[in-house]
């Protein structure tokens, strides 16, 4: 699970795009969330409730309820 914020000015939205591409070519199991506000920490509490949510959704698929 590889969540970024387009507006984080301590990692580039775009490193984490591209890790996701690379791992989808090789095989690897990989979901990518893009935000566009939020910053690095999440400050905000769409971004906070997006990475909840996305991390709720991946978790029960992967390891169940």
Do not use: C, W
Request: aromatic residues 6%.
């Amino acid at each position: 699970l590889l969540i970024s914020s387009r507006n984080d000015r301590r990692v580039p939205y775009t490193q984490s795009r591209k890790m996701h591409k690379k791992l989808k070519k090789l095989g690897k199991v990989s979901h990518y969330v893009q935000m566009e506000d939020g910053d690095h920490y999440m400050m905000t509490s769409t971004a906070r409730a997006t990475t909840l949510t996305e991390l709720e959704k991946f978790l029960a698929k992967h390891i169940g309820k």
